[in-house]
């Protein structure tokens, strides 16, 4: 069965970075786009963007450019993120979610979540 | 820039039927804009239930169904129950392979 596993939260100061994983199982990595989806706290559902896993080729979101960067390592069917100069605006739970297909053009399957708290 | 629009929040009584739409700042919502529909409740990920304007995702219960109403996409709860009450956002493809989030309505059933 499809499963994307993020790795565990992260406490981070501001100015430092963090890089979250998700780790997918069940299917063809690279055959899948991959996306990521930031919630702060109590608020909606941002689009931040996706990466191409045949390719590795990203395409990041408006308000996502230049700090975030969506990265892959196809030997072990893992996307990133990684967040640099992290603001404590950044406080957020941040989810991995799988293109289905060119078709029906949603996301299909979702990874757990993984918070990322900026706090000095 | 484009905002998807949805009502804040609404409220059913359990058995009643609603209806949660998802607009366009500018221009109409078509079956061009493959809106799909996630349903999340507090702490979970969120779940997919409707894709492609009105195909319920595997294992999504028949009293959720996807439409066009107007100029806006449309979700339908018909007999809501309990364990319905959640928070409900759709998704549009805006070509070029950008996606929007709308704001997401927050259902209770009570």
């Known amino acids: 069965q499809v499963q994307l596993v993020q790795s565990g939260s992260e406490l981070k100061k501001p100015g430092a970075s963090v890089k979250v994983s998700c780790k997918a199982s069940?299917?063809?990595?690279?055959?899948?786009?991959m996306n990521w989806v930031r919630q702060a706290p109590g608020q909606g559902l941002v689009w931040m963007g996706w990466?191409?896993?045949?390719?590795?080729?990203?395409t990041y979101a408006q308000g996502f450019t230049g700090r975030f960067v969506f990265s892959l390592d196809t030997s072990v069917s893992t996307a990133y993120l990684q967040i640099n100069s992290l603001k404590a605006e950044d406080t957020a739970v941040y989810y991995c979610?799988?293109?289905?297909?060119?078709?029906?053009?949603?996301?299909?399957?979702w990874g757990q979540g993984t918070l990322v708290t900026v706090s000095s | 820039q484009t905002v998807v629009t949805q009502e804040p929040s609404f409220s059913v009584s359990p058995g009643g039927t609603i209806t949660l739409t998802c607009g366009l700042s500018?221009?109409?919502?078509?079956?061009?804009?493959?809106p799909s529909w996630y349903q999340q409740t507090p702490g979970q990920s969120p779940r997919t239930l409707i894709y492609?304007?009105?195909t319920r995702s595997s294992g999504v219960p028949d009293r959720f169904s996807g439409s066009i109403l107007g100029n806006k996409a449309a979700l339908t709860i018909t007999g809501a129950q309990a364990d319905d009450e959640s928070d409900y956002y759709c998704?549009?493809?805006?070509?070029?392979?950008?996606?929007?989030f709308g704001g997401g309505t927050k259902l209770t059933v009570l």
């Open positions: 979610a799988r293109w289905a297909t060119t078709v029906t053009k949603n996301f299909d399957y």
């Open positions: 069940g299917y063809t990595f690279s055959s899948y786009a």
């Open positions: 990466i191409d896993t045949s390719t590795g080729i990203p």
């Open positions: 500018s221009g109409s919502v078509s079956t061009t804009y493959y």
């Open positions: 492609s304007t009105n």
């Open positions: 998704v549009l493809f805006m070509g070029s392979g950008i996606v929007v």
